[in-house]
């Protein structure tokens, strides 16, 4: 069956840091692949996306990769601050479709 | 722009009474998507629309659920009769063909309790 894993944990890294975050895919082959950011109480609100023909891209202080032979995204936020702490989602999205799917996102903490 | 608007904020209701849930989208954007967010599910799309058609509505859960979008700057998202399990955070989103590839644009949801 289809699957999108998000790290289920909490993570928790030092302000200054760079913060990992994984989002594994089976029995997808999505043509785009997005991050969102979640705070609590709001809708999400959309970081970046990577085209399934793209290795990497990046803004600013974030960075994403994109493996389709692994099926894998790595999403880095590189000099962490306390305010990069939220939850964050990567969606699918297959060619030819506005269809996206979500993972369950990722809590992440910045401490200070 | 607003942004994209959703009404009511919150909604506390009984099992069994029927509950509507409002968006407005930004203005221009052809495609609209209502979803439901669980700690249990995370964030799943109920449905979409492209230029007020319904496009895609394989992620509505039963015949309980039913969603219309009368005109570009109105939809809604009906529960009839709700049930205790339907309590959840409905989200509505929006987002244009001619922008950045599928940029969807949230609205802050709507918190539905059923008693």
């Known amino acids: 069956s289809q699957k999108i894993e998000q790290n289920s944990e909490a993570l928790n890294i030092q302000e200054g840091k760079t913060a990992t975050l994984t989002c594994n895919y089976t029995n997808y082959s999505p043509a785009y692949l997005q991050w969102y950011r979640q705070d609590p109480g709001r809708g999400p609100v959309f970081l970046l996306l990577?085209?399934?023909?793209?290795k990497e891209k990046r803004k600013e202080r974030l960075k994403v990769t994109f493996d389709t032979t692994l099926k894998q995204s790595l999403f880095h936020i590189t000099a962490s601050q306390p305010a990069d702490s939220a939850t964050y989602l990567c969606?699918?999205?297959?060619?030819?479709?506005?269809?996206?799917?979500f993972g369950a996102g990722t809590r992440l903490f910045v401490k200070a | 722009d607003a942004g994209v608007i959703q009404s009511p904020r919150h909604e506390v209701t009984e099992m069994g009474q029927e509950v509507t849930l409002r968006c407005k989208p930004i203005?221009?954007?052809?495609?609209l998507f209502w979803y439901r967010q669980t700690m249990m599910r995370g964030l799943e799309l109920l449905i979409y629309?492209?230029?007020?058609?319904?496009?895609?509505d394989s992620g509505m859960p039963e015949d309980r659920f039913s969603a219309k979008m009368p005109n570009a700057s109105f939809s809604t998202l009906k529960i009839q009769p709700s049930e205790p399990r339907d309590s959840a955070v409905y989200f509505c989103a929006s987002s244009s063909d001619s922008g950045p590839r599928n940029e969807q644009f949230f609205g802050p949801g709507t918190r539905l309790t059923v008693l």
């Open positions: 629309f492209n230029n007020n058609v319904p496009i895609d």
């Open positions: 969606a699918l999205e297959t060619a030819g479709g506005f269809k996206t799917i």
């Open positions: 203005s221009g954007h052809d495609y």
């Open positions: 990577i085209r399934e023909n793209e």
